[in-house]
């Protein structure tokens, strides 16, 4: 173990789970070691992040709970200790995973506008221009407050896709499907019409996996079945919706092209939506 470690080691072997004090100290040394990695070398910042974040995330994530429900309270004391895209620190990606996973809980368990808007927006403000360290890719959860009172997510997200942040839009929308498929299938259509956008099946092969696993890949070292029930698929109007908007907003020999790479029929979309000459 090099020198530079010991301290988050230290951290790590001395946190107690559940205890909220000992993630303050923990956070705090993960910020102090990557900075310090970071500064010899990006080789030596890939191995110290990548050999302590699932240990770190899973300390903070258990700390966050309490009696199964999130500490809210808590979350927004890290949070606001350490705001996405403000400062040089290298902590969002810890929030934004265990903030994810509350968010997908709370979405589950109660409904979306239990959600506290803060958490949202936290995940809403992370950009993968900014993020320096994966953290982009867990904001994706932000696709879970979808329908929100508070938070208007569809039209922060489509914002987004609009100034050439498509790819993020792209990993809401593989969440938005599983939180409410119709509301995020409006939200491609979007997205699809918009004149500032580029992408189209890009968001497809996202979202189509909804039809073979429970719940998305994100957050990270998390298996959600492990303690809430599955979402479940899309339903059958759901899919024929979607095939409707691929079908008139997608050129019929482009979804031919790419039928047998995407499981939803986009053969049969063109066929019977797409009016377009195709010759």
Not at 37 to 52: C, I, P
Not at 220 to 244: K, M, N, Q, V
Request: proline share 5%; aromatic share 8%.
């Amino acid at each position: 173990m090099t020198r530079d470690i010991v301290p988050l080691r230290q951290a790590l072997e001395a946190a107690t789970e559940g205890n909220q004090a000992d993630i303050y100290t923990l956070l705090a040394n993960w910020n102090t070691l990557m900075a310090n990695a970071l500064e010899q070398s990006g080789d030596r910042f890939r191995d110290a992040f990548w050999d302590n974040l699932e240990e770190t995330i899973e300390l903070v994530d258990v700390a966050a709970l309490v009696e199964d429900e999130p500490d809210w309270k808590f979350l927004q004391d890290c949070a606001e200790a350490y705001p996405p895209t403000e400062g040089d620190h290298h902590c969002t990606v810890l929030i934004a995973n265990v903030l994810g996973r509350c968010v997908i809980r709370t979405r589950i368990r109660h409904d979306v506008d239990a959600i506290p808007a803060w958490a949202l927006d936290y995940l809403g403000r992370i950009t993968m221009e900014d993020d320096k360290d994966a953290a982009w890719e867990e904001s994706g959860a932000f696709g879970w407050g979808i329908g929100h009172e508070e938070v208007v997510v569809a039209d922060r997200t489509l914002t987004r896709a609009e100034a050439d942040d498509e790819y993020w839009a792209a990993s809401v929308l593989k969440h938005a499907i599983y939180a409410d498929g119709r509301a995020a299938i409006d939200l491609y259509e979007r997205i699809l019409q918009s004149p500032d956008t580029m992408e189209d099946l890009h968001h497809i092969e996202g979202m189509q996996r909804i039809l073979n696993e429970p719940f998305p890949r994100t957050p990270r070292y998390w298996e959600p079945t492990d303690e809430l029930d599955p979402p479940g698929s899309l339903s059958d109007d759901a899919i024929e919706h979607l095939l409707r908007v691929l079908g008139e907003n997608i050129h019929p020999r482009r979804l031919q092209q790419f039928d047998d790479v995407i499981q939803f029929d986009l053969e049969w979309a063109a066929t019977e939506y797409g009016e377009r000459d195709s010759a």
